[in-house]
C-alpha cells in the first residue's frame, strides 16, 4: 500500500521522513513547491509530487499524512481531497477548531470509508492517552487536568501557528461546552516524574479531544507558563491580532531553524494528568517521553503501520479511539507510571 507525506520539506515533514527510510518505509513525498521536495526526495530516493492544496493529486494513495500547517489553512482542503479519493486522512495538529472541524465529518468518513485522524504527534497523543487511560481508571470523573513540559524549541511552523493564536486568548471545556477564557485563568501544581511543577491553563487540543477520547465534561490543559501571561494577554490581545504583528511575527517564526538533533536528544518532554468525580475521588498520573517532535515522527509512522494494516474503522477519531489508550506506552522512549489514587 501507498501512503504520501505532504509538506514534507517542514521541519517535522523531514524528521518523519526520514525516520520513514531508516524503518524500511517508502513514502511519498510532497508538497507545494517541487523545488523544496524534489532535494529531500533525492537524497531519500523517494517518489515525489508537487501540488496545491486546490487541486490535490492523491491518485493511488492509500493513506496522507498531512504535515503542513497552520491546519486552521490547510486541513479542510486536504480532508476534502481524502473524502473524495477515499484516502485516510492522518495530521499533526494541535489547534482545537481543526479537531472540531474534523470530528464533524464523523458521517462522512464513515460513509466513505475513510479514516481521519487528526493530532497524530506531540500533539495529541501523549495527553490524549493519559486522559483514557485515567478515564478508565475512574469512570464516573467529571473533571480532567492535563499538563504537558516541553523542551528543546520550536519549529518554524509550531512558531507560525502560535502567532496566529496568539491574540485569542485561553480555552476549556465547561460542562460539555467549549468556553473562551483567560489565558492562565487557573494555576495548579502538576506532579510530574521529574517533580512538581507550577503550571498554568493553556488552549490545547485536548479541550477537544480529550472530551471526545473520554466524555468527561470538564477539562482544562495547563503547561510551564509565568503567572503574569493571562493579564498580559489581556492587554496586549487587541494589537496581536492586528495584520502588521501577525505579518511581523510570522515572518520572524520563518527564521526559526527548529531544535539541532543534538538538542532534542537531550531534551524530554513529560505529561501528567488527574481526573476527579463528584465524592472526591482523584487519580493521577505521569509519563515521560524524548523530545516532542522525535515523539511526533515516531508516532506518525506507527499511525501509518496500524491504518495502513486496516486495524482502525472509518471514522473520525482521536489517537486514543482509534488505537486505545496503551498506544501511548509502545513509543520509543516513553515510560508510562502506574495510577496514583486519593
Known amino acids: 500500500m501507498t501512503w504520501m507525506l505532504y509538506g514534507a520539506n517542514g521541519y517535522t515533514g523531514e524528521l518523519v521522513a526520514e525516520l520513514a527510510v531508516r524503518r524500511g518505509q517508502r513514502p511519498v513525498l510532497a508538497g507545494r513547491s517541487a523545488a523544496k521536495v524534489a532535494p ?15 487541486h490535490a493529486d492523491l491518485d493511488g494513495v492509500d493513506l496522507v499524512v498531512h504535515a503542513a500547517g497552520p491546519f486552521a489553512a490547510t486541513s479542510k482542503p486536504m480532508v476534502d481531497a481524502c473524502l473524495a479519493s477515499g484516502t485516510h486522512y492522518v495530521d499533526i495538529t494541535g489547534e482545537i477548531d481543526v479537531f472540531e472541524a ?30 483514557a487511560l485515567l478515564a478508565a481508571e475512574l469512570p464516573g470523573a467529571t473533571h480532567l487536568d492535563l499538563a504537558f513540559l516541553a523542551g528543546g524549541g520550536l519549529s518554524p511552523g509550531t512558531s507560525k501557528t502560535s502567532v496566529e493564536g496568539s491574540g485569542n486568548g485561553g480555552r476549556a471545556r465547561v460542562d460539555g461546552e467549549l468556553r473562551s477564557v483567560r489565558l492562565g485563568h487557573r494555576r495548579r501544581s502538576a506532579a510530574f516524574r521529574s517533580g512538581a511543577a507550577d503550571v498554568g491553563s493553556i488552549p490545547w487540543g485536548d479541550v477537544s479531544t480529550a472530551y471526545r477520547s473520554t466524555g468527561i465534561p470538564n477539562i482544562t490543559t495547563f503547561t510551564a507558563l509565568p503567572s503574569v501571561t493571562g493579564q498580559l494577554q489581556a492587554i496586549f490581545a487587541p494589537l496581536l491580532r492586528t495584520p502588521l504583528v501577525q505579518h511581523v511575527g510570522k515572518a520572524l517564526a520563518q527564521r526559526i531553524s527548529g531544535p539541532s538533533e543534538q538538542v532534542r536528544a537531550r531534551t524530554r518532554s513529560e505529561f501528567w494528568g488527574e481526573v476527579s468525580d463528584a465524592e472526591g475521588h482523584t487519580v493521577s498520573l505521569a509519563a515521560t517521553g524524548p523530545n516532542g517532535y522525535d515523539l511526533t515522527a515516531d508516532a506518525v509512522l506507527r499511525v501509518v503501520d496500524r491504518l495502513l494494516a486496516g486495524d482502525v474503522p472509518a471514522g473520525a477519531h482521536t489517537p486514543s479511539s482509534a488505537l486505545g489508550a496503551d498506544f501511548l506506552s509502545t513509543l520509543d522512549g516513553v515510560v508510562v507510571d502506574e495510577p496514583v489514587r486519593t
Open 102 to 131: 474534523v470530528a464533524a465529518r464523523d458521517v462522512e468518513a464513515r460513509t466513505a470509508g475513510v479514516v481521519l485522524l487528526p493530532g497524530a504527534g506531540f500533539d495529541v497523543v501523549p495527553t490524549d492517552c493519559v486522559a
Open 40 to 54: 529531500l526526495a533525492e537524497r531519500l530516493g523517494l517518489e515525489h509530487r508537487a501540488f496545491d492544496l486546490d
